[in-house]
């Protein structure tokens, strides 16, 4: 088992089926529930005859892409409709102390019971999952060793998951470095490369996200221009109030993760973007999960569409 920090060869896969199709490197980005349009994405991809013959992704595109490319997606997508909002919880372990609110025990658990147990260097297809180095402060790429460590490891949000110490390293959310890993993708056999971008800019961003976390009482964020002083008179006004860790966190990761993702594109060029707005849901509504995948599979839809006229 290794990890490294430079583009490696993938498998090669196996021909494409037709003249038509063409072999994809993909990458999927992190972007928390909206992750789960990758499975739209990719199915539609699949329907026009496409090869997925590599895929580097980040947090929730490590998690979908891995399972992909052990070939169990439609498992993992009939299980996830099945999810509703009181069922996240059941997923969720807590931990003791202060690593991290939940531990991803029991979450890893179950996807490993619906996926089963694979190693990276097996898969039909080359993988790459990225995360963090906590400790060297580096982007690690993981394409060797157990699969759901790779996961695991891409997947620990600061805060709500607890890190997972892996190769004597101390590993977090991809996201934090590279919330859209396009540089594994860029040495492939592939004919283009694809990328699936879950930070997308929309004009209603900001509305939707206060909208959001107005549901069930949750109190919305208050305007990032207000002084301490000014937010506290405003809630005893009865104005904006100040959102509860889990909003503070996800909105925080959106917004670094926006940031960084535009960077990454303008540094890297992939053949395609497919883009997904960064206000089709928060992070952590994963119970949204047939409303998502259609959102991915139309996004795909269009962009493709548009690169044919």
């Known amino acids: ?80 409709r099945k999810l ?71 997947i620990a949000i600061p805060t709500v998951f607890t890190p997972h110490p892996y190769l004597g390293r101390v590993l977090v959310d991809g996201g934090l470095l590279n919330p859209i890993p396009i540089a594994p993708a860029l040495n492939q056999n592939a004919d283009m490369i694809i990328a699936v971008n879950l930070n997308a800019h929309s004009k209603r961003s900001r509305e939707r996200v206060t909208e959001l976390m107005h549901q069930d009482g949750e109190p919305a964020p208050g305007d990032g221009g207000a002084t301490a002083a000014d937010a506290a008179g405003e809630e005893e006004q009865g104005g904006p109030k100040v959102p509860g860790i889990l909003d503070v966190v996800t909105v925080s990761l959106d917004l670094m993760q926006n940031s960084i993702a535009r960077m990454k594109l303008a540094s890297y060029t992939p053949d395609l973007v497919i883009d997904v707005p960064r206000d089709a849901c928060l992070f952590y509504e994963f119970y949204r999960a047939e409303e998502m995948i259609a959102l991915g599979r139309e996004r795909a839809q269009e962009t493709l569409s548009r690169q044919q006229d």
């Open 84 to 154: 509703e909002k009181r069922d996240m919880f059941s997923l969720l372990d807590l931990a003791f102390g202060w690593k991290g609110l939940f531990k991803g025990d029991r979450l890893m658990g179950v996807l490993k019971e619906l996926v089963g147990e694979h190693v990276i260097e097996d898969l039909p297809i080359g993988f790459t999952a990225v995360a963090t180095d906590l400790l060297e402060q580096r982007e690690i790429w993981l394409n060797k060793g157990p699969l759901f460590d790779a996961i695991r490891a891409s």
């Open 1 to 80: 088992m290794s990890v490294e920090q430079a583009p490696t060869t993938g498998h090669a896969g196996t021909r494409r089926r037709d003249g038509k199709g063409k072999r994809i490197a993909l990458v999927l980005g992190s972007g928390g529930a909206r992750g789960l349009a990758h499975i739209g994405v990719i199915q539609h991809l699949e329907e026009l005859g496409h090869e997925i013959v590599y895929i580097s992704g980040c947090s929730m595109g490590a998690l979908v892409g891995g399972i992909y490319a052990a070939g169990q997606l439609e498992a993992y997508a009939e299980w996830a």
